[in-house]
């Protein structure tokens, strides 16, 4: 056991004002299996990047550990898996590298396979493996579920599970849960560390949001209540004050040193007041700090005129001699929302794009009501570029309605500037979200939609679902989110 020492970190990126992290300090054991998280573009991957080197910044972190970064560069996929693995730890042990491998349930015939024709769960598990033969190294596992199905997603976990001595970056709540016994979070304001899982430290910041909430209804009730105390206080004082000056013809005696004595005491009782107040203005500031904002959204869908959209019966998908499915049978009714799942490869995609009406050769009977309209969210960001006022207009959505929807995601007034290429994935992925839900349509088929997407905004839009209840059919492999939101599973 050794640990990371992070102190007094302070960076930002060239060019820009405001800092990402500034005076964070704190350590890590490096035994840990440390879960981090945090909203879009709050830094996790920049955290890993200063820890690998690769920036200047101001502080000191300090580590007696070799860091490795997953998923590791491979950057001749037609080389033989055997080869990449080479590449990543020359010294490796055969037998060490078949244990490993058939802990992951992988067969030793894809090393001898070019790693470009393994599928994304094969090359995930084959590197991780390969990154974990490493000794006295500490692993950066960043984002490692994008695109692994639900299988995969659980044989990874269990596999992690067994070991220990790394930071995974993951946004599934389930996949968390099941690896990690720490938890890493890059909160509005500060950096902290709990233990246990992601749902342990879900209920620690539930607990202390609420106890921040009900302090802050408080003492804004003191407030208001000593600004009213004060003020009534100095009034007084300063109409007994006005009885010192009192006309000279007056019959009254008039003892201007009780009076001045009075309102002398009056006066400190008010400065009291205040300096209570502003202790509780004060103590006020430090609450709510990360209290994360997670406001409902709202949708409207189109009504469509049939109770069902669309049928499938015994539909079978072909690509020359390939069968990708065969003999689905489902139907998509009004408000209903259907997850479909199924391994990768299985056929999810092809399926959604049939009902898109794009021309997919299949057999059996496929029905889809006329004039249906349909907003659709693919795997794909790469196309994303231009400002938001531009995609919108190109779209031909309500841009306030859009922006609103991207500042309850949590982007940032300054993000509204720049351009769309230079997001994040997760970012990305909110915009054709944000599009899709402005969109005046019958259905919505999202595919792959919450890839890179931040945990708190996963459960703002499950939670709209559930709310709303717009029909859609969609393919997701984050556990959670489809046990939660799908009322119906059609499993290839």
């Known amino acids: 056991m050794s640990l990371i020492k992070v102190t007094n970190l302070t960076f930002a990126y060239e060019g820009s004002y405001d800092n990402i992290f500034e005076n964070v300090s704190f350590q890590i054991d490096t035994d840990w299996k ?15 990047n200063l820890l690998l080197g690769k920036y200047e910044y101001g502080g000191h972190i ?86 692994l199905d639900l299988h995969a997603r659980q044989l990874v976990g269990d596999y992690l599970k067994g070991k220990s001595g790394f930071i995974l970056v993951s946004h599934d709540r389930s996949f968390l849960d099941r690896c990690v016994d720490h938890i890493l979070s ?17 209920e620690n910041k539930r607990r202390q949001d609420q106890y921040e909430l009900a302090e802050n209804e408080k003492l804004k009730k003191d407030i208001k209540r000593l600004e009213e105390a004060a003020k009534r206080t100095n009034d007084w004082s300063n109409e007994v ?35 209570r107040q502003q202790s509780a203005i004060d103590e006020k500031s430090k609450l709510l700090k990360n209290i994360e904002s997670s406001e409902s959204l709202k949708i409207t869908q189109l009504a ?25 049978s489902f139907t998509i009714g009004q408000g209903e929302r259907v997850a479909l799942i199924g391994r990768n490869g299985s056929g999810k995609s092809s399926l959604l794009k049939l ?30 570029k231009g400002n938001l006022t531009e995609y919108a207009r190109e779209h031909d959505i309500d841009e306030s309605l859009f922006k609103a929807i991207l500042r309850k995601l949590d982007f940032s007034r300054d993000q509204f500037e720049k351009d769309i290429s230079a997001f994040s994935g997760g970012q990305k ?31 703002q839009i499950e939670d709209l679902l559930l709310e709303h209840a717009p029909t859609i059919l969609f393919v997701e492999h984050d556990r959670e989110f489809c046990e939660n939101v799908a009322t119906k599973v059609v499993e290839l």
């Open 62 to 147: 300090s580590a007696n550990v070799q860091f490795e970064y997953f998923p590791y560069p491979v950057e001749n996929k037609d080389d033989q898996t055997l080869d990449v693995v080479a590449g990543i730890y020359s010294d490796y042990v055969h037998w060490e590298l078949a244990r490993e491998l058939s802990l992951l349930q992988v067969s030793e015939d894809v090393l001898y396979r070019p790693f470009d024709t393994l599928s994304n769960g094969e090359q995930t598990k084959v590197l991780l493996a390969a990154l974990f033969l490493k000794e006295n190294s500490f692993l950066l596992i960043d984002e490692p579920t994008n695109h």
């Open 355 to 384: 009902i898109l009406g794009e021309s997919i050769p299949y057999d059996g009977t496929f029905r889809k009501g006329s004039q249906l309209r349909i907003s659709y969210v693919s795997q794909d960001t790469s196309h994303l």
């Open 34 to 48: 440390l879960g981090f998280t945090g909203r879009n573009g709050r830094g996790k991957t920049t955290f890993l």
């Open 429 to 459: 992925k909110k915009v054709l979200i944000a599009r899709s839900l402005c969109e005046k349509v019958h259905l919505l088929i999202w595919d792959e939609p919450l890839n890179f997407v931040d945990v708190i905004s996963r459960m």
């Open 186 to 202: 890059i909160n509005r304001t500060n950096i902290e560390i709990q233990k246990g899982n992601f749902t342990d430290w879900r």
């Open 304 to 328: 469509y005129h049939k109770g069902r959209l669309a049928e499938l019966d015994k539909v079978s998908i072909h690509y020359g001699d390939k069968t990708v499915c065969s003999d689905v």
């Open 241 to 275: 004050e006005k009885t010192k000056y009192a006309s000279h013809n007056s019959a009254a005696f008039i003892d201007r040193g009780y009076i001045g004595h009075k309102a002398a005491k009056m006066m400190k009782r008010s400065k009291s007041m205040e300096r």
